[in-house]
């Protein structure tokens, strides 16, 4: 059973606009969430997160919300380069290890 | 520290016999994770220690595989008669208390 899903494999984006990277979770006992960026033949890399006592948090040109009532967060990359081209991990855990992934959804920036 | 390090970062080997991987945490890190990537997949949780002591163990890591962290430092991920569903990136972590986890640059295990 995926209890998080990411339901969007691919997505492209101009460069400049702004890229919506979605993930929904099954598991209410989720407290923590995170985004990571992976590149080819490299480990993820992390990127955001968020408690769950926030809906919000910004870092840059990337912002996570979190809905816990419909157990969905986005990353809002804005504005998109070519250079964030690569495949989005969300991730989820109760307290701080053990993170259970997404399937990921590759974003391709158009120049 | 460059961050968390894997070796090696490929291996091929035939079917039913043994590999170890090495994992280099961070080193102020005492957190360390081994995770597993198939495609089209993400990763997935396999085994968490917290200094030498292995906490948690998924039902994934089949009698087969063992890991250790004897000192609390680096860790080795072994596979016993390897089968060609074990071909796979084996990613390691590490993290302490109040980071998340980074993540190294993974072996490429393939079962030929």
């Known amino acids: 059973d995926q209890q998080v899903k990411q339901n969007s494999p691919s997505l492209s984006v101009q460069e400049g606009r702004i890229s919506i990277l979605n993930c929904d979770y099954t598991?209410?006992?989720?407290?923590?969430f995170l985004w990571y960026k992976k590149y080819p033949a490299e480990g993820p890399t992390f990127l955001i997160s968020?408690?769950?006592?926030?809906d919000k948090n910004e870092d840059g040109r990337f912002t996570v919300f979190l809905n816990k009532s419909a157990k969905h967060l986005s990353l809002h990359i804005v504005p998109s380069q070519p250079g964030d081209s690569a495949v989005y991990f969300c991730?989820?855990?109760?307290?701080?290890?053990?993170?259970?992934f997404g399937t990921g959804t590759r974003l391709k920036v158009l120049a | 520290d460059t961050g968390v390090s894997q070796d090696p970062r490929h291996k091929i080997t035939k079917r039913g016999q043994n590999v170890t991987f090495r994992c280099d945490p961070i080193?102020?890190?005492?957190?360390l994770y081994w995770y597993r990537q198939t495609l089209g997949q993400g990763p997935e949780f396999l085994t968490y220690f917290q200094n030498e002591a292995q906490l948690e163990k998924s039902r994934l890591l089949s009698d087969r595989f063992s890991a250790e962290r004897p000192k609390g430092s680096f860790s080795t991920l072994e596979i016993q008669r390897t089968e060609q569903g074990d071909s796979a990136m084996y990613l390691c972590?590490?993290?302490?208390?109040?980071?998340?986890?980074?993540f190294g640059q993974g072996t490429r295990l393939t079962v030929v």
């Open positions: 598991n209410s006992m989720f407290d923590y």
């Open positions: 991730a989820a855990s109760e307290g701080t290890y053990k993170y259970i």
């Open positions: 080193s102020e890190h005492n957190r």
């Open positions: 972590a590490s993290s302490s208390r109040d980071t998340e986890a980074f």
């Open positions: 968020i408690s769950s006592i926030k």
